[in-house]
Structure formats: C-alpha cells, structure tokens
C-alpha cells in the first residue's frame, strides 16, 4: 500500500518514474515499465485531477524516447549492439527473423512488438542496424507509445476503481490482464511473424 502512496499524483517521483522507466526499460527489458504505468493508474482511481493526462503523457513520451534511443544504438553503433544483444547462432537467427519481418510488417511489427516483453528491444535495435526510414520509425514509434501508455494506464484505473477499498487487488488484476494481453500478442506474433527456430 505504501508504493501506491508514494506514487500519488501530488509526489514528484510520480512523474519521475512515469517518463524515466518506461524509456530505461527499452535498453534495459527488466525494468518494470508496465507494472509502473499500471501502478500509476491504480493510484489515481476515481480521481479526475488533470494531472493524471500529465502523467499519461509523460509514459507515452518516456517509451517514445527509449524506442528511439534503441534506434540510435542500433544505428550508431550497431556492430556493437549486435555483438552484445544477438550474440551466437540463436542471436544471429533473430536478427535475421527480425530483419525479414520488418520488410514484411513494417510498421504493424513495431506496433505489435511493443507490448511483447523483450520484443520491443530487438526490434527497435534492428530498425537502427538496417537503417529503417527515420520518419517512419519516429511517426510509428509515437503511435505505438501513446497506444501503449493510455493502455497500460487506464487498466490500472479499471482495476483501482473496481477494487477501491484495496487497491493492490486492483493492481494484481490489472497486472493479470496485462499478462493474457502480452499471451495474446505473442501467439500473434508467433502465428504469424514464425519467430526462428519455431515451426
């Protein structure tokens, strides 16, 4: 109960964590982006402060700029980035899968891998190895952040306000949705995108 309050609209660390994780969590795929944003919307059930679009703003722009640093290590330095994130047979496997799936999928790709834990990572690093359109990946990449965030958000405000005498139940069943939501996304991705090595 004490994170929830700590994450109220009125502390400033609200709307640290709001911009700052989701844009870490590009480069760094353990950081609990979603859980935040989710946790977020829990705390700010049933208010209608118009601080709560700030913070809504702040995750879309966080993710937006983590996706497009993702895009400049992978096009800045992406023999580097490549050693490091597709290493081996394996790595050498998606880097290919991803770079054939871009070519096919484009923007609907990006879209779709930003909700896959992990996903979001190797596709915005491919994008900047293979010199992806910029405007294109910048337009896409600012769809795909804003969908994201709005998500994340107000499923975390569902849940608060259908559990608002206890709000950590509010979160664990917004996270659960999260969870089937991510499933989803993955069978899609992997009935239709055919990630390598799975037939």
């Not at 054939?100 to 930003?114: E, K, M, P, S």
């Amino acid at each position: 109960m004490s994170v929830l309050q700590h994450l109220a609209l009125s502390s400033p660390l609200s709307y640290l964590a709001a911009f700052l994780i989701p844009m870490l969590d590009a480069i760094l795929p353990v950081l609990p982006s979603e859980t935040i944003v989710i946790a977020l919307g829990v705390s700010t059930a049933g208010s209608t402060d118009p601080r709560i679009a700030l913070l809504v703003a702040l995750a879309a722009c966080g993710a937006f700029a983590g996706d497009n640093l993702c895009y400049f290590i992978g096009r800045r330095f992406g023999p580097l980035a490549e050693r490091k994130v597709f290493a081996g047979e394996k790595g050498a496997r998606r880097r290919a899968w991803a770079t054939g799936a871009l070519d096919r999928f484009g923007a609907r790709l990006i879209i779709v891998c930003r909700f896959i834990p992990g996903g979001r990572t190797a596709v915005t690093l491919t994008c900047g190895m293979v010199g992806y359109q910029p405007r294109r990946f910048v337009a896409v990449t600012a769809c795909a952040a804003v969908i994201w965030a709005s998500y994340a958000f107000f499923l975390g405000r569902l849940g608060g306000q259908a559990f608002e005498d206890q709000p950590w139940l509010g979160l664990l069943l917004a996270l659960g949705a999260t969870l089937v939501l991510s499933a989803v996304a993955e069978v899609i991705r992997r009935g239709r995108l055919r990630w390598p090595g799975q037939h």
